[in-house]
């Protein structure tokens, strides 16, 4: 079970008693690790030189990756799975835009709605904000499918991609909670008056889970209404105490006719109130009295629990699991250093995969990091960075984080819907994705590479030409570097791995009677082997 740290100054102290560290991963492999958990990708073979250089320069390596634009990219991806808000299921509805016939336009709109609160929080991160900007910036970020559509302007006008926008139908500043993306994600029914959009906001920004347990609706008085049990069972009061005020806040982006997709674009300060017509107590935040959304943000940002949901997320994203009561020294300790940082997300970062468990997979011991599987953004991202190739499909829709048209649950992702959490084995459908992509990445960057010369191309580098039959000792010299490159390990030109691989490289050669085919077919065996998806 989960441990739920309270704020430091309210905890008792507790005194941990003192155990040797795990031993770390050796360097390469934990090297790995780092830079696919920050910023999506392997090391480079320029890295993996200055760290030959100077085994001591891990943690200067750390700082550039963090400093890397990859870095905010890599936040948007990490949160998505607790936003839940890549869903690409968003109703437009029959009064919807003209382009949205198009298919492809039509799923970029909705990943782009999906992304908005994401791209608040990687800006946040990325530009070293306070953390607690998340729920109080009065700007949020929109990009070309946003600003077509959405009542925002963008700050720059000149300004490409993702970019600063502020809405202009007067709804409040305060960061993800006054995003369309937010609650186009978590809409709310007449019955439900927005008990789930409050749920929501408990279970993302404060880690508080107890409105996803099951509810037994057999226990307390059945013989009360459902409105009498709400005021008046204490199996129903207990979380309905809070859960009700909470949901006050959210009126604004009250939808009367759920369907329409033109109504679902707007935020309207005139049906703020409208939680005293259907009966509701007045809004508030877990007994504190607050007038509206306008309020809620700083509120959040005020709690204790919010600075430890984030650190809590943090060891999810990082240690593959969430804090015990033995790590209570471990979690102090990034609690600290968050706060003395500023509560920049870089500080949290930084600490976390300080961690000594964080850089061991030993499993003799308790609570070391096991080799994890890439999720399927990284996945896709540490591909392209080796061959140049990212797997899209119907004319621009990324493969590998789209599930009507691509693989990502197939590939062990979260849709966010359907699919909340990734699985924690392999599959049929997981090991069939890699060997899809790994076959067109191969196929891509040897086709891509035999026309260019050596020292222009990602992977193979080592040899003058693809299509000619190399000697054993040139094909020996592009496999260890194809090995380097990708798996991020040297292996000796004589070892027995590099005598298999030569073997096969020869085998493939002569069934396909083209050397160029055979690079390719070994690249793609490099990117499925377990040292690759694994890290």
């Not at 953390?131 to 009065?138: G, K, L, M, Q, R």
């Given at each position: 079970?989960?441990?739920?740290?309270?704020?430091?100054?309210?905890t008792?102290?507790?005194?941990?008693?003192?155990?040797?560290?795990?031993?770390?991963?050796?360097?390469?492999?934990?090297?790995?690790?780092?830079a696919?958990?920050?910023?999506g990708?392997?090391?480079?073979?320029?890295?993996?030189?200055?760290?030959?250089?100077n085994?001591?320069?891990?943690?200067?390596?750390?700082?550039?990756?963090?400093?890397?634009p990859?870095?905010?990219?890599?936040?948007?991806?990490?949160?998505?799975?607790?936003?839940?808000?890549?869903?690409?299921?968003?109703?437009v509805g029959?009064?919807?835009?003209?382009?949205f016939?198009?298919t492809?336009?039509?799923?970029?709109?909705?990943?782009?709605?999906?992304?908005?609160?994401?791209?608040?929080?990687?800006?946040?991160a990325?530009?070293?904000?306070?953390?607690t900007?998340?729920?109080t910036?009065?700007?949020?970020?929109?990009?070309?499918?946003?600003?077509?559509?959405?009542?925002?302007?963008?700050?720059?006008?000149?300004?490409?991609?993702?970019?600063?926008?502020?809405?202009?139908?007067?709804?409040?500043?305060?960061?993800?909670?006054?995003?369309?993306?937010?609650?186009?994600?978590?809409?709310?029914?007449?019955?439900?008056?927005?008990?789930?959009?409050?749920a929501?906001?408990?279970?993302?920004?404060?880690?508080?889970?107890?409105?996803?347990?099951?509810?037994?609706f057999?226990?307390?008085?059945?013989?009360?209404?459902?409105?009498?049990?709400?005021?008046?069972d204490?199996?129903?009061?207990?979380?309905?105490?809070?859960l009700?005020?909470?949901?006050?806040?959210?009126?604004g982006?009250?939808?009367?006719?759920?369907?329409?997709?033109t109504?679902?674009?707007?935020?309207?300060?005139?049906?703020e109130?409208?939680?005293?017509?259907?009966?509701?107590?007045?809004?508030?935040?877990?007994?504190?009295?607050?007038?509206?959304l306008?309020d809620?943000?700083?509120?959040?940002?005020?709690?204790?629990?919010?600075?430890?949901?984030?650190?809590?997320?943090?060891?999810?994203?990082?240690?593959?699991?969430a804090?015990?009561?033995?790590?209570?020294?471990?979690?102090?300790?990034?609690?600290?250093?968050?706060?003395?940082?500023?509560?920049?997300?870089?500080?949290l970062?930084?600490?976390?995969?300080?961690?000594?468990a964080?850089?061991?997979?030993?499993?003799e011991?308790a609570?070391t990091?096991?080799?994890?599987?890439?999720?399927?953004?990284q996945?896709?991202?540490?591909?392209?960075?080796?061959?140049g190739?990212?797997?899209?499909?119907?004319?621009?829709v990324?493969?590998?984080?789209?599930?009507?048209?691509?693989?990502?649950?197939?590939?062990?992702?979260?849709?966010?819907?359907?699919?909340?959490?990734?699985?924690?084995?392999?599959?049929?459908?997981?090991?069939?994705?890699?060997?899809?992509?790994?076959e067109?990445?191969?196929?891509?960057a040897?086709?891509?590479?035999?026309?260019?010369p050596a020292?222009?191309?990602?992977?193979?580098?080592?040899?003058?030409?693809?299509t000619a039959?190399p000697?054993?000792?040139?094909?020996?010299?592009?496999?260890?570097?194809?090995?380097?490159?990708?798996?991020?390990?040297?292996?000796?030109?004589?070892?027995?791995?590099?005598?298999?691989l030569?073997?096969?490289?020869?085998?493939?050669?002569?069934?396909?009677?083209?050397?160029?085919?055979?690079w390719?077919?070994?690249?793609?065996?490099?990117l499925?082997?377990?040292?690759?998806?694994?890290?």
């Amino acid at each position: 079970m989960a441990l739920i740290f309270l704020a430091v100054a309210c905890t008792p102290e507790v005194v941990v008693e003192a155990s040797a560290d795990p031993p770390p991963m050796e360097m390469y492999r934990l090297a790995s690790r780092i830079a696919l958990d920050v910023i999506g990708r392997r090391p480079t073979e320029v890295e993996l030189d200055a760290l030959d250089a100077n085994p001591e320069g891990l943690d200067d390596q750390i700082a550039a990756w963090l400093a890397d634009p990859n870095f905010q990219e890599r936040v948007v991806s990490l949160y998505a799975d607790v936003y839940r808000s890549r869903s690409d299921r968003y109703v437009v509805g029959p009064d919807g835009d003209a382009e949205f016939s198009d298919t492809t336009y039509k799923a970029n709109f909705m990943r782009s709605v999906g992304e908005e609160p994401l791209r608040v929080i990687g800006r946040v991160a990325d530009e070293d904000l306070p953390w607690t900007t998340i729920v109080t910036a009065d700007w949020s970020m929109g990009n070309d499918y946003l600003l077509r559509h959405f009542p925002m302007e963008a700050d720059d006008i000149t300004a490409t991609g993702w970019r600063t926008v502020h809405y202009l139908d007067g709804r409040p500043g305060v960061g993800v909670l006054s995003t369309n993306g937010m609650w186009w994600r978590y809409t709310s029914t007449g019955d439900n008056r927005n008990r789930g959009r409050a749920a929501a906001i408990g279970r993302i920004l404060l880690c508080d889970t107890r409105y996803e347990q099951p509810v037994d609706f057999n226990a307390g008085d059945p013989t009360l209404t459902g409105s009498e049990r709400l005021s008046g069972d204490p199996t129903c009061v207990g979380c309905h105490a809070t859960l009700e005020p909470l949901a006050g806040n959210l009126y604004g982006f009250w939808r009367k006719h759920p369907e329409s997709y033109t109504e679902a674009l707007r935020y309207y300060p005139s049906r703020e109130r409208d939680w005293a017509a259907f009966g509701g107590p007045p809004p508030g935040y877990y007994g504190q009295d607050v007038a509206s959304l306008h309020d809620l943000g700083p509120a959040v940002a005020r709690d204790p629990r919010f600075t430890n949901c984030a650190i809590e997320q943090a060891w999810g994203f990082f240690l593959g699991r969430a804090p015990e009561l033995e790590d209570s020294a471990s979690f102090t300790a990034d609690r600290e250093a968050f706060l003395a940082g500023g509560l920049t997300y870089r500080s949290l970062v930084t600490a976390v995969i300080d961690n000594p468990a964080y850089r061991s997979d030993d499993p003799e011991y308790a609570g070391t990091t096991p080799p994890r599987r890439m999720a399927p953004d990284q996945l896709a991202s540490g591909v392209e960075a080796l061959t140049g190739y990212r797997w899209e499909v119907e004319g621009g829709v990324d493969a590998m984080i789209n599930d009507d048209y691509g693989f990502r649950v197939l590939n062990g992702g979260v849709d966010g819907v359907l699919v909340t959490d990734a699985p924690d084995s392999d599959s049929a459908t997981i090991s069939l994705v890699q060997e899809r992509l790994a076959e067109a990445a191969g196929d891509y960057a040897a086709g891509q590479e035999a026309a260019q010369p050596a020292d222009s191309r990602l992977l193979f580098r080592e040899l003058d030409s693809l299509t000619a039959s190399p000697s054993d000792a040139a094909a020996r010299a592009q496999l260890s570097g194809l090995v380097r490159r990708i798996h991020g390990r040297t292996i000796a030109t004589d070892s027995a791995e590099l005598v298999e691989l030569l073997a096969l490289f020869r085998d493939l050669e002569a069934e396909a009677g083209s050397s160029q085919t055979a690079w390719a077919q070994v690249a793609s065996a490099l990117l499925r082997h377990p040292d690759f998806v694994y890290h």
